[in-house]
């Protein structure tokens, strides 16, 4: 590949590259839960870790058609239970969550609402997302009818 091209190539690919990294997951339920609730739309609830397959974060989360999607339609949450320096009362707030929805997996994806009430967090679990091969469109569709049963 001649120097000329190589440079547009690189540029495109960066570009492409930081336009999918803009999404905000939020890492903490209790601020996922306030802004669900502010701009009334679900949860999507990512259960991961650093050695988890990376196949749904590589072919859906890291895509311009999901950034597009999930500013329309979700709160992001990610609960990543690597080894982290998060606080210990953090790490034993996921483990519950990861318990109550029943996580057997990662990485898991849920969509829920959520509130808290007397200083409870209650969650009415929309439904799992599983990962199947084929990319962002089918992953999209499948969320879709999830939040069209609602």
């Known amino acids: 590949m001649s120097r000329k091209l190589l440079i547009p190539v690189l540029f ?3 570009n492409i590259s930081m336009k999918s990294q803009g999404l905000e997951w939020k890492t903490n339920i209790t ?3 306030i802004l669900s609730n502010e701009v009334k739309k679900p949860i999507l609830i990512l259960f991961t ?12 989360f890291k ?13 992001l949450l990610k ?10 009362e953090e790490r034993d707030q996921n483990i519950k ?8 997996n990662l990485p898991e994806v849920y969509l ?9 967090r209650a969650f009415n679990i929309l439904g799992k997302l ?8 089918g992953w999209i569709n499948d969320s879709n009818s999830v939040l069209n049963r609602q």
Do not use: C, H, M
């Open 12 to 14: 495109f690919l960066i």
């Open 31 to 33: 601020d996922a839960i």
């Open 49 to 60: 870790a650093t050695d988890a397959p990376e196949d749904l974060q590589n072919e859906v």
């Open 63 to 75: 895509t311009e058609d999901f950034e597009k999607w999930s500013r329309k339609n979700v709160v």
């Open 79 to 88: 609960l990543d239970f690597s080894e982290t320096e998060e606080s210990t």
């Open 97 to 104: 969550l990861k318990k109550a929805f029943g996580v057997q």
């Open 112 to 120: 829920a609402k959520a509130f808290v009430r007397n200083d409870e």
């Open 130 to 137: 599983p990962y199947n091969f084929g990319g962002v469109e």
